[in-house]
């Protein structure tokens, strides 16, 4: 590559610098939003002998690998074999030797030059997927990306190849010519991955999730299934989700269809065991009603009904029950905690203990403990999250199951889930394992399970005491008029709008205690401000007064209603007795 640099910063360590460069490679979906997952084919160390050739990327050109694509039956990682890297380079070599190697043991590699043979998967469109070979020259402390698919189709990677080097005295990306620097593509790379890699440089950044995305099943066929169910079920779910309920449909619909694709892909990785699911807390019921259109035998059990269950056919097998910890499901092959909060660390229990053939998926969300009561970290080196992940795994491997940590691609925050797949053990070491578990519990029971209630209780700040809500709003205005932004009333009087402050900020200004009692009322600041809407206002996270309401913007829609302003503002309110949208009256 004849370097023409994009951009350039100062010099990182070379350790930095692969660290960075791999967990790119391996993660591209981080900074690149039009890429969902990558499927590895090759990852090799190669010996090039020929003293002609100083950049072995070189002779990846896009006419080169287009034409080994075009030889392939079938554009997949099955049909790419060492003969695609081969025929491209033995022509310069015919000495060269080619050892496989992968991409975990690479970074302690000192030397050497790695090629890496994958395919970009689309997040939009299955069918806009490209193939990209990676050159990692540890001896240049190079590597370039080289990104091709057939002229015309879509694009989710730069069409050309760029470079990130490091050399004695700067970190920097370079292109092969000009003409590629004059490109949205180059903007991209110029204005998002240089910088967050950069970024990741400067900061220690470690990922959340140390485990690739998918790494148990085929990355292939999740996409193709993933893509087929979204065709088959998205459009008539959207357009009956909300004349159920408010929630988000665009998040649980499309959260729940990709943990459908993950499971059924998981499932047919062991096609000896048959497939009895059932769902511990299965909500809304959206995974449960696709599992069983798509032919997998199972139910969902849910302590409530959901006004969503009117929205799926007869049999999407749904219904109203209670599961303790002593709930056991002998028929059962696997079962599914899909954010199943208070349940979540009984549910390896309630495998273990319902037959020697139960298996479980567990998606862990909010943590709690066997009491039901919310898990307690101790560690404060790591987030609550990753502690508890690390308890749930702990409680998975007493009951003895062999368990796998998987990263899933869902629209959430918490995509870890935990595979846990049932050993053949005899009756004795059977025993021996429930006694060991039963200890464990009584070791971390400090009360009595607790199971929620089945009406949901309300908790929008409407059943707190209303003398308490009305100090309190009267403390949140005060604190708000302190830096006095003053404006002049039709009367010539001066009234005082305050200051615009974020809630973070407003929030260190009140009482701990005050703060938990609205944090205990499912929102707490954000909802009260929501409530009362007419006298504040939230705009990007800051909060300020709202101009009292007229009756020229609100007619006598409020004019029964007494003016908070008039009773409770310091200057009274803005608007004179005949203009204000509200009552001026004390009665």
């Given at each position: 590559?004849?370097?023409?640099?994009?951009?350039?910063a100062?010099?990182?360590p070379?350790?930095?610098?692969?660290?960075?460069?791999?967990?790119?490679h391996?993660?591209?979906?981080?900074?690149?939003?039009?890429?969902?997952?990558?499927?590895?084919?090759?990852?090799?160390?190669?010996?090039?002998?020929?003293?002609?050739?100083?950049?072995?990327?070189?002779l990846?050109t896009?006419?080169?690998?287009?034409?080994?694509?075009?030889?392939?039956?079938?554009?997949?990682?099955?049909?790419?074999?060492?003969?695609?890297?081969?025929?491209?380079?033995?022509?310069?070599?015919?000495n060269?030797?080619l050892?496989?190697?992968?991409?975990?043991?690479?970074?302690?590699?000192?030397?050497?030059v790695f090629?890496?043979?994958r395919?970009?998967?689309?997040?939009?469109?299955?069918?806009?997927?490209?193939?990209?070979?990676?050159?990692?020259?540890?001896?240049k402390?190079?590597?370039?990306?080289?990104?091709?698919?057939?002229?015309?189709?879509?694009?989710?990677?730069?069409?050309?190849?760029?470079?990130?080097?490091?050399?004695?005295?700067?970190?920097?990306?370079?292109?092969?010519?000009?003409?590629?620097?004059?490109?949205?593509?180059?903007?991209?790379?110029?204005?998002?991955?240089?910088?967050?890699?950069?970024?990741?440089?400067?900061?220690?950044?470690?990922?959340?999730?140390?485990v690739?995305?998918?790494?148990?099943?085929?990355?292939?066929?999740?996409?193709?299934?993933?893509?087929?169910?979204?065709?088959?079920?998205?459009?008539?779910?959207?357009?009956?989700?909300?004349t159920?309920t408010?929630?988000?449909p665009?998040?649980?619909?499309?959260?729940?269809?990709?943990?459908?694709?993950?499971?059924?892909?998981?499932?047919?990785?062991?096609?000896?065991?048959?497939?009895?699911f059932?769902?511990?807390?299965?909500?809304?019921?959206?995974?449960?009603?696709?599992?069983?259109?798509?032919?997998y035998?199972?139910?969902?059990?849910?302590?409530r009904?959901?006004?969503?269950w009117?929205?799926?056919?007869?049999?999407t097998?749904?219904?109203?029950?209670?599961?303790?910890?002593?709930?056991?499901?002998?028929?059962?092959?696997?079962l599914?905690?899909?954010?199943?909060?208070?349940?979540?660390?009984?549910?390896p229990?309630?495998?273990?203990?319902?037959?020697?053939?139960?298996?479980?998926?567990l998606?862990?969300?909010?943590?709690?403990?066997?009491?039901?009561?919310?898990?307690?970290?101790?560690?404060?080196?790591?987030?609550?999250?990753?502690?508890y992940?690390?308890?749930?795994e702990?409680?998975?491997?007493?009951?003895?199951?062999?368990?796998?940590?998987?990263?899933?691609?869902?629209?959430?925050?918490?995509?870890?889930?935990?595979?846990?797949l049932?050993?053949?053990?005899?009756?004795?070491?059977?025993?021996?394992?429930?006694?060991?578990?039963?200890?464990?519990i009584?070791?971390?029971?400090?009360?009595?399970?607790?199971?929620?209630?089945?009406?949901?209780p309300?908790?929008?700040?409407?059943?707190?005491?209303?003398?308490?809500?009305?100090?309190?709003?009267?403390t949140?205005?005060?604190?708000?008029?302190?830096?006095?932004?003053?404006?002049?009333?039709?009367?010539?009087?001066?009234?005082?709008?305050?200051?615009?402050?974020?809630?973070?900020?407003?929030?260190?200004?009140?009482?701990?205690?005050?703060?938990?009692k609205?944090?205990?009322?499912?929102?707490?600041?954000?909802?009260l401000f929501?409530n009362?809407?007419?006298?504040?206002v939230?705009?990007?996270?800051?909060?300020?007064?709202?101009?009292?309401?007229?009756?020229?913007?609100d007619?006598?829609?409020?004019?029964?209603?007494i003016?908070?302003?008039?009773k409770n503002?310091?200057?009274?309110?803005?608007?004179?007795?005949?203009?204000?949208?509200?009552?001026?009256s004390?009665?």
């Amino acid at each position: 590559m004849l370097p023409v640099p994009l951009t350039i910063a100062d010099s990182i360590p070379r350790s930095t610098f692969w660290e960075i460069v791999m967990l790119f490679h391996n993660r591209p979906f981080l900074i690149n939003r039009l890429v969902t997952a990558t499927s590895p084919a090759l990852f090799h160390k190669v010996l090039f002998k020929s003293s002609s050739v100083e950049h072995v990327s070189e002779l990846f050109t896009t006419s080169a690998i287009l034409s080994e694509m075009r030889q392939m039956k079938i554009f997949s990682k099955t049909a790419i074999s060492e003969e695609f890297i081969t025929n491209i380079l033995q022509c310069y070599d015919k000495n060269m030797v080619l050892t496989p190697s992968n991409e975990a043991s690479f970074i302690d590699e000192p030397d050497g030059v790695f090629i890496s043979v994958r395919i970009l998967l689309s997040k939009i469109n299955i069918a806009h997927k490209c193939l990209e070979v990676v050159v990692l020259d540890k001896d240049k402390n190079s590597a370039v990306f080289i990104s091709v698919a057939e002229p015309g189709e879509s694009r989710i990677a730069p069409p050309f190849p760029y470079e990130l080097e490091l050399n004695s005295s700067s970190f920097r990306m370079n292109l092969s010519n000009f003409e590629d620097a004059d490109s949205t593509h180059a903007d991209w790379l110029a204005d998002k991955l240089f910088p967050k890699l950069l970024k990741w440089s400067k900061s220690n950044f470690v990922p959340t999730n140390k485990v690739n995305p998918l790494s148990l099943i085929s990355i292939d066929e999740y996409c193709f299934l993933y893509s087929e169910l979204k065709k088959k079920y998205s459009e008539n779910l959207l357009k009956d989700w909300l004349t159920k309920t408010k929630t988000n449909p665009q998040k649980y619909i499309f959260e729940d269809l990709a943990i459908a694709s993950y499971l059924i892909c998981l499932w047919k990785l062991y096609p000896e065991k048959s497939v009895k699911f059932i769902d511990l807390g299965c909500g809304n019921g959206l995974l449960v009603h696709v599992l069983n259109q798509e032919g997998y035998e199972g139910y969902g059990i849910d302590i409530r009904r959901r006004a969503l269950w009117d929205i799926y056919p007869p049999d999407t097998k749904l219904q109203v029950g209670t599961v303790l910890p002593s709930s056991l499901f002998p028929d059962c092959t696997w079962l599914i905690g899909n954010h199943s909060d208070e349940l979540t660390p009984w549910i390896p229990v309630i495998a273990l203990r319902s037959s020697p053939i139960t298996n479980f998926f567990l998606l862990p969300c909010c943590p709690f403990d066997f009491s039901g009561q919310k898990y307690t970290r101790t560690n404060t080196s790591l987030s609550t999250y990753s502690e508890y992940l690390l308890y749930i795994e702990q409680i998975c491997q007493k009951c003895s199951f062999e368990t796998r940590l998987d990263n899933l691609r869902i629209p959430s925050t918490r995509k870890n889930c935990l595979i846990g797949l049932a050993k053949d053990l005899n009756f004795e070491t059977l025993s021996k394992i429930h006694c060991e578990v039963d200890k464990f519990i009584d070791s971390r029971m400090s009360t009595v399970f607790k199971l929620r209630s089945s009406v949901e209780p309300v908790r929008n700040c409407t059943q707190l005491d209303r003398q308490f809500i009305a100090e309190f709003v009267k403390t949140c205005v005060n604190i708000l008029l302190v830096e006095g932004t003053y404006l002049l009333k039709p009367n010539g009087d001066d009234w005082n709008k305050g200051s615009a402050l974020s809630i973070s900020c407003l929030s260190k200004k009140i009482s701990a205690d005050d703060l938990q009692k609205l944090k205990n009322q499912c929102g707490g600041l954000q909802t009260l401000f929501r409530n009362h809407r007419y006298i504040f206002v939230v705009e990007k996270g800051n909060v300020q007064l709202r101009m009292p309401a007229t009756l020229e913007t609100d007619g006598l829609k409020y004019k029964k209603k007494i003016c908070w302003f008039y009773k409770n503002h310091p200057d009274g309110c803005f608007n004179s007795d005949d203009t204000c949208g509200f009552d001026h009256s004390m009665s």
